[in-house]
Structure formats: structure tokens, C-alpha cells
């Protein structure tokens, strides 16, 4: 009598001991790659070869073949059942890990099952009696049979040749089979082909195509905004706006034919002789502010004024896009009146808009800002275009007027604030401290402050009580009805809400500022336009 060590069931013959062993390991065989369970080992090898075939490693599984240590009987079942036990063995140590009771159970016991079954005298005898060649030819098959599941090798699809692994295979084709790789195809197959290798082609074309008229149109559309934005879309200057707005309000009955006429005038008149008509000047806004600080404004503890400034705001010529023309008006109409700048600006006038252009035209014809010029078409006139801190210093600088540029490109401050450039303002105007008075007209003139979109004035600056610095500011979007009310005497300090700018109100991203600071001889002049064409 046998008796089972997994569950302790007798039997009486070796190959019903077999037999109930089969029946354990189907009971617990488990996928040792995905952990499946609950199938027949026919079907754990099935689903092994399908869904784990590059994980299986056969020469681990054939080497295990062929190291089986015991015999078989005469009946070649037996045999095949004993190689089968072995490689459900292996499967069994994959799986160790998640079935301890199978490896503890099955394996060790199954040495010790082989030493009572398998070498017991029946056994012995029986494996006297068998012939070497027998077991290895039974081996040798059920390898095979195995293998050949397990791997199917490459077969030539041009002679058939089977090799032992695709690298080979691979060389084969390479070296015995290059006409055939090489070969042109011929007949219906040729033609189709040429055909399908057109319409690929006419497709990617057309695709090609419709994307880069799409491109163009999107490009040319951006183009064109940005021409009628910065005035560069032929849509005509200074007059032609001027005249079209005028006859707008006389549409509108804003405006009577009689106004429209002689301010038509006016303006031919004033294009003619290149001068502004002084129709948006605003003077004396200086002299009133001056009068102001030293009568009141008892939270300011001081204050510094650059010279006289007129004021000149936008008209219907230039509304949207002339206040880098109107703060150079301003700027020119403080050095006017400083006898310091009379040898470079002799018997000049603040120019009109269209004047401004044309010197600007001509600064760039002498070689400054090259760069600028082109930008632009080397042209101004006729046109909206803009101008900013670039073109006024352009235009300085040809009158022979000493000035800088200075980048805040940056905030320096929290809130996207830039106090550096109200630091930087302070300094420039009230390095003239002497006497330290309350309020400080300095000989110095205004500064033109450029930011994204507009640009104004600065005309002085503010130290208050508390430490806080304020900007005084002239925008030329201010129509001359709300300038007019700083000259009145009773001026209150509400009406100078509309001029101050303090630390917070300033928040653009960037600011340029251009600075004058005096004079160049006509070499520095010369000098100075050179190192800008070759800058």
C-alpha cells in the first residue's frame, strides 16, 4: 500500500499513486507570470504558450528535462506523465512566493515520495530492465514536442529555409534573396501602385497648400491690424483725418458749414507755413502751479517744476495716435523759452504734426536711426504712424539737443510698481537744491515719459509730508476746457488730482524716459549720428 503525503489517501498500486498526483497538481497548478488559477494543467500550458510566450523561459524548462534523474516503465504514458510532473514542478517554484503550502507540500514530499514509491524494490527492479537508448529517445521526443509548441522558428517566405532565430533569418533574405528585395513590380500591381503613390501626393499637396494660404491669410490679416494701428495702412495723415472728422460733426450738426470752412482754412495755412495754429496750446499752467505751492498745498513739504511748458493736446487730425507728436510740442516749447537751448533752436516754432514728420524724415536722412527708419519705410508723412521715445531722441538730437534714453524695463517694486523711476525723476530735478525752498523752479525742462500705447509729460515732482513721492504729469489726451481750470486763483487742491501720479498709478509693465540735459557742438552732433548708423 501506497500512501499519499499531501492528503494521506492509500492506494495499492504505483500507477493509481500517479494517477492522484495528477490530481493535486491540476487542482493547484497556477500561472507563475499573471498568478492564474482554477484550470486543468492542459489548459495552464495553453494559456502559457498564448499569453506568456516571451516571459517562458524554455531552456530552463528543457534543461529540466533533461536533467530527470529517474526511469521509466514500459508503458511510454508513464514516461511522458513523470516529464510532465517535473515541469509542473518548475511552475509550482515560480509561483513559491504566492503558494507556500504547494512548495512546502509538493515539493519536498515529493522527494520523499520518490523515495518510497519510486525506490522501492518493484521500482528497482523494473528500471534494471530498461535500455539507455529507450529513455533518452523518449526524452529527446517530448523535448521536441515541447519546443516546437513553445517556438515556432522563421521560415523564408521567398525558398521556405528555416532558420534557428530571426538575426539569422534576417541574413539570409539579405544574402541569398537581394533581387527579390530589389525587384520593381510589375503588371496591374506596378500601375496600382504609381497610382495610389499619385493621390498621396495630390492630397499632401492640397493639404500642403490650403495650410500655408491659411498661414498667408492669418499673417497678412496680423499685418494689417498692425498697420491701421500704428497708422501705416495708406488710410492718409494729419489733413486728410482732420477734414474727414470735420465733415463728420458738420454731418452730425455738431459743427456749421461756416466753422468747418474756416478752420479749413486755418489748417491749409498752418500746413503751408509748417507752425502749429496754437488752436490746443494751454500757457501759463507753470506760473498758476508755482502760485499754488506757495500759498497752499500744506501737505506737500516740497516741490520741484521744470521751466514753463505749454500744454498741447489732440485734435481731430491727429486723435489716436498723435501724443508722442503733441509731448514733443511740449518738450520744444519748454527749450524755446530757456535762453540756454537759443543758439540750436534760432528763430524756430513749435512745428505742426506733419512739420514734426518731415524733420524727423530728415534726421534719418542723415544717418540716425537706422533701425527706426526702417521700421517705419523711411517715411512719416501722409501717414498715422506713431512715434516714441526712439523718434523724439531722433529729432533732438538733430537740433543739435543733448538728451538720453533711460529703460525702467522692469518693475521694481511690489505691484508691478517702478519706484527706481520716481527715485530717478527726484534726481534729476532737484539737484538744484540750493536754499532748499518749498517750491524749486528749476532751469531743468520736462522729461517725455513712453509707455506701452501712449505717452505725456513730466513736468515736476513732489515730496510730501509722509516721504511719498508724486508726479506731476501732462497728458495730451486733456482737452483744453480741463486745463483751463488750473489758471483760475482760487485754484483747490481737488483740480491737481487730475495732474498727480503717485507711486501705484504708475504700473505698466515698462517705461523709457528722454531726457534733455544740454547742448552738442556740431561735431558731438556729427559724432553722434555716426555711431548710430554703425550701432
Known sequence: MLSCDICGETVTSEPDMKAHLIVHMEDDVICPFCKLSGVSYDEMCFHIETAHFEQNELERNIERINSVQYGTSDNRTNSTLQCRMEVNSSIHSACASNHPKILAQSLPKEGSLKHKGFHSENVTESRKFLKSKEKQSDLTKIKGSIYETM????????????????????????????????????????????????????????????????????????????????????????????????????????????????????????????????????????????????????????????????????????????????????????????????????????????????????????????????????????????????????????????????????????????????????????SEREGSPKVVCTSKPPIYLQHQGHSRTI??????????????????GWPSRDMQKFLKQDMEASSLKQLRKFVGNLKHKQYQIVAVEGVLSSEEKIETSFSSLYS
Open 459 to 476: 513736468v515736476g515732482i513732489e515730496e510730501r509730508k509722509n516721504r511719498t513721492l508724486c508726479l506731476l504729469i501732462f497728458d495730451p
Open 151 to 430: 517556438y515556432s522558428p522563421p521560415e523564408c517566405p521567398f525558398c521556405g529555409k528555416i532558420e534557428d532565430c530571426s538575426q539569422d533569418m534576417e541574413t539570409h533574405v539579405k544574402t541569398k534573396h537581394t533581387n527579390l528585395l530589389d525587384t520593381p513590380l510589375e503588371g496591374m500591381d506596378r500601375v496600382q501602385c504609381s497610382r495610389d503613390l499619385e493621390l498621396a501626393q495630390q492630397l499632401q499637396q492640397e493639404e500642403d497648400r490650403k495650410r500655408r494660404s491659411e498661414e498667408s491669410r492669418q499673417e497678412m490679416e496680423e499685418f494689417r491690424k498692425l498697420q491701421r494701428q500704428y497708422g501705416l495702412d495708406n488710410s492718409g495723415g494729419y489733413k486728410q483725418q482732420q477734414l474727414r472728422n470735420m465733415e463728420i460733426e458738420v454731418n452730425r450738426g455738431k459743427m456749421h458749414p461756416s466753422e468747418f470752412h474756416r478752420r479749413k482754412a486755418d489748417m491749409m495755412e498752418s500746413l503751408a507755413i509748417g507752425i502749429d495754429d496754437g488752436k490746443t496750446k494751454t500757457s501759463g499752467i507753470m506760473e498758476a502751479l508755482y502760485r499754488y505751492y506757495q500759498n497752499a498745498a500744506t501737505d506737500v513739504r516740497r516741490v520741484w517744476l521744470s521751466t514753463v511748458v505749454d500744454h498741447f493736446h489732440s485734435s481731430f487730425g491727429d486723435k489716436g495716435w498723435g501724443c508722442g507728436y503733441r509731448n514733443f510740442q511740449m518738450l520744444l516749447s519748454s527749450l524755446l523759452q530757456n535762453d540756454a537751448y537759443g543758439d540750436c533752436l534760432k528763430d524756430m516754432s513749435v512745428p505742426c504734426i506733419p512739420k514734426i514728420q518731415s524733420m524727423i524724415e530728415d534726421a534719418w536722412k542723415e544717418g540716425f536711426d537706422p533701425q527706426g527708419a526702417s521700421q517705419l519705410n523711411n517715411r512719416l508723412q501722409g501717414t498715422k504712424a506713431w512715434i516714441g521715445a526712439c523718434e523724439v531722441y531722433t529729432l533732438l538730437t538733430s537740433l543739435r539737443i543733448k538728451c538720453r534714453i533711460i529703460d525702467f524695463h522692469k518693475s521694481t517694486g511690489p505691484l508691478g510698481t517702478h519706484p527706481r523711476l520716481f527715485e530717478w525723476i527726484l534726481n534729476y530735478y532737484s
